[in-house]
């Protein structure tokens, strides 16, 4: 008997729609920017192999062939039924979650950082003190956010709720609307607050989320450089955020935003050992 094929951490993987996989048949035409990056810049041959991830949990190994008649277009051949991936992933539990008002300056990198931590929903504030300049151009957050999942190697995309507004978005408790739509209870908010004394901290927050009473989902909100407005900040309490302090020093909001992503992703890798 044929051993069976294992994962191997040598393939480069494609991110693909899950759609699009659907309505492959098994053989995945690839577009110009995808046979680009595969051919040109990971230097990929036909006959090579690669690793297709949906997004949603699954991966498929797939073998590079020229498509038919067209020199110029890339097919991935996948090696297993699409019912059947090589790899498949459960939702990560409990769901880990951060809003944050984008500072001006390398937001991308932020971006980056939070989905490479397994940070699973990512909300983007444009609050009272934002930066105007601070917003992503139409697709640019989404690419990002493909390209570090599959450089990362995980199988699950953030989902991402761009240039909300942050008083709104805060009191109307979308985090609780998000989670119910998943089947799930309402989650713990937590806001992420400077010059208040005596806050607890996220780390002490964190740890008092154990047990029976753990939340279903936890959410971390995080302000602009110059801080929560004090509408804002009566806004998320009166709709149940709770302030938490992310240590004695005052935090530039990349920095807030990539400490509190890898508290959680800690809290819940420490929860499900």
Known sequence: MAEPLRLSQHWRRLLVEPE???????????SAAESHYLRRVLRLRSGDRLALIDGCGGLWSARLVAATGAASEVVAALEQPLAQPLQRQPAPSPLIALA?????????????MVCELGIDRIVTLQAARSVPAARFKSGRAES?????????ERLWLPSLAADQP?????AGAEADASAA?????????????????????LLDRLGEATGAERPSS??????????????????????????VSLGETILRTSTAAVTAAAH???WRRCRSV
Request: glycine share 10%; charged share 15%; hydrophobic share 45%.
């Open 100 to 112: 944050v008002a984008l500072p001006r300056q390398d937001p991308d990198v932020l971006l980056r």
């Open 166 to 170: 942050a008083s709104t978005w805060l």
């Open 144 to 152: 990002i956010l493909r390209e570090a999942a599959e450089q990362c």
């Open 181 to 201: 739509a998943a089947g799930l209870p309402s989650g713990l908010k937590l806001l992420a607050t400077t010059r208040h004394q005596g806050l607890p901290s």
């Open 20 to 30: 699009r996989l659907a309505a492959c048949a098994g053989q995945l035409t690839l």
């Open 218 to 243: 936890v959410w971390v909100a995080v302000g602009p450089e110059g801080g929560w407005s004090p509408a804002e900040e009566g806004c998320a309490q009166a709709a149940g955020w709770s302030p």
């Open 264 to 266: 959680l992703a800690a």
